[in-house]
């Protein structure tokens, strides 16, 4: 029986109610999958037809150590998704290469280590902007600020991570997400299986409470992705270097103009809904038998 190793992190040693739903889809397949920490230096990932990445959510505090140990259980297994797209992913400058690709990107500015944090503002003109690390995930250092009243704010913001070293955003926040929200469409295999709408995360001047110092709790509910949406997803999608990603979640928000545009693309470690469609588990499962070695 080909055995399955499903990548998470100490916080979450045997999975969340959501990836739990994949372990009974496997063993339908007569696959045996695991919860396995991916920091736990006991494990041998040769051990494992097939290593597949889930709930690695401390990655972003230890980037470098999480890549290298991807580029090793990639030398002695088979890594989903793919390391070349892990590493690309995990810094969210890949929205730079998708925008000058032609997809419709949130605007953003992007500043490294040694520039002038004051210098935050071109290109951005709203009332609000939202301040985050190019490398992090589940709002970590992420803040809401208003562009008028909060510019010391956002210079110390800025400032604060660029001393540490670290490649800083600023993107408007859009006002689209008070209302209609973000739309996350979550493609298995590169095929479309399902979408949430994600409520509103960010008030302004907070961060919001940790689910055990990772991730803010966020108001999921089901939502049917518009054509529009769609359209723009598959673009997305279409940008990704072929094979086709184990799993990938688009998460798109209406702009000014109401036009749906990327906010982030999800291929490393993104929550996937499995319980908001009956058929995802299935799905995901199909897709890791697709991938083990014969």
């Known amino acids: 029986m080909p055995l399955v190793a499903i990548a998470t992190c100490r916080e979450f040693p045997d999975l969340d109610h959501e990836d739990q739903l994949l372990i009974p889809a496997l063993a339908e397949l007569r696959i045996d999958a695991v919860p396995a920490v991916w920091t736990d230096e006991a494990i041998n ?7 597949v990445i889930r709930e690695t959510w401390d990655y972003a505090e230890h980037r ?11 030398e002695v297994s088979v890594l989903a998704n793919r390391v070349e797209l892990v590493e690309w992913n995990t810094d969210k400058r890949y929205l730079a290469e998708l925008a000058e690709a032609g997809v419709p990107v949130v605007s953003t500015r992007f500043l ?7 210098d935050w ?15 992090s995930c589940g709002s970590r250092d992420t803040l809401r600020h208003s562009a008028e009243e909060d510019v010391d704010a956002i210079v110390a913001h800025v ?5 540490e070293g670290r490649h800083v955003m600023v993107q408007p926040y859009l006002e689209a997400v008070d209302t209609a929200g973000e739309t996350a469409l979550i493609f298995l295999d590169g095929i479309y299986s399902h979408s949430i709408r994600k409520g509103p995360l960010l008030a302004r001047g907070l961060e919001g409470e940790k689910v055990n110092g990772l991730f803010v709790q966020e108001q999921i509910d089901p939502r049917e992705p518009s054509v529009e949406e769609m359209q723009v997803a598959e673009r997305v999608m279409a940008a990704i270097p072929t094979p086709p990603p184990l799993y990938a ?5 209406p702009d000014a103009e109401g036009a749906p545009t ?12 499995l319980s908001f469609n009956p058929l995802a588990p299935g799905r995901l499962a199909a897709a890791i038998a697709a991938r083990i070695p014969a």
């Open 262 to 273: 990327l906010l982030e693309l999800e291929l490393t470690e993104p929550s996937l809904f």
């Open 121 to 135: 503002r071109p290109n951005l003109s709203s009332a609000e902007v939202v301040v985050k690390p190019a490398v």
């Open 45 to 51: 990932w040769s051990a494992f037809d097939l290593v």
């Open 159 to 163: 400032q604060r991570l660029l001393d």
């Open 64 to 74: 470098e150590e999480f890549l290298e140990w991807a580029r090793v259980v990639s």
């Open 112 to 118: 490294a280590p040694g520039d002038d944090a004051a």
């Open 249 to 253: 979640r688009v998460d798109l928000i």
